[in-house]
């Protein structure tokens, strides 16, 4: 397949707003996130409806109502506030793949494993990283139901009348705002790559017989 036919679907993040759900857990681990019986599929859609399974239901299958995102609205919550360390354990790239499927965009936590961190990147999500005090501020927003606001492009966050900046990774920041996956970045030098095969072809013909 010519990679000129691939085409990505990763959507570009600019700003966003939502009613934070919080999950006050340290060191949720990717097994947590999207456990291994749903790794078979290689599709990055229908993981959503199994993000924090053993959390969210009970041994029969029936959501467990104290569970923060078997709620409204925090079911419709595009923004996770957590617990230091989210995302260590294996490094699966479902993890991410099953919070973008619960519609879960921009995850803020004061620490992550570094895999899962550099996963959420290259499947649109933001990770943001904030100090312990300002997540239970942020919290305060969760508990009371209100809106916050994520506006990349200047890096803050903004709640009631308050705004924390955050820092981030410009390259990181870039591929975010563009839509910019490893697919994407690839294409970005699709003459070279088109050429290349071109000679490869010319030189190897055999190469592209069936």
């Given amino acids: 397949m010519m990679l000129e036919s691939i ?3 990763m959507k570009k993040f600019n700003s966003l707003k939502s009613i934070p759900a919080y999950l006050p857990i340290v ?3 990717t097994d947590m996130i999207i456990p291994k019986q749903f790794l078979k599929t290689i599709k990055r859609t229908g993981l959503g409806k199994n993000l924090f399974f053993e959390m969210r239901y009970d ?3 029936k959501e467990i109502k104290e569970f923060t995102l078997n709620n409204e609205p925090y079911n419709n919550s595009k923004i996770l506030i957590t617990g230091n360390n989210f995302g260590c354990g294996s490094s699966r790239e479902h993890a991410p793949w099953a919070l973008l499927d619960f519609g ?3 995850v803020i936590s004061s620490s992550y494993a570094d895999i899962f961190y550099n996963n959420c990147f290259k499947n ?3 990770p ?3 100090n312990e005090e300002k997540i239970k501020e942020l919290s305060e927003y969760s508990k009371r139901k209100e809106e916050i606001s994520i506006d990349l492009n200047n890096q803050k966050i ?9 820092e981030i990774d410009s390259f990181k920041k870039k591929c975010l705002l563009e839509g910019l996956d490893d697919i994407s970045l690839s294409l970005e030098k699709l003459d070279q790559i088109l050429s290349y095969e071109k000679k490869i072809m010319n030189k190897k013909p055999w190469i592209f017989n069936d």
């Fill in 7 to 9: 085409i990505t679907k």
């Fill in 27 to 29: 060191n949720i681990d």
């Fill in 59 to 61: 041994d029969n299958g």
């Fill in 104 to 106: 879960i965009t921009c």
């Fill in 124 to 126: 649109g999500i933001l």
């Fill in 128 to 130: 943001i990283i904030l």
């Fill in 158 to 166: 903004i709640y009631g009348n308050n705004e924390i900046k955050f």
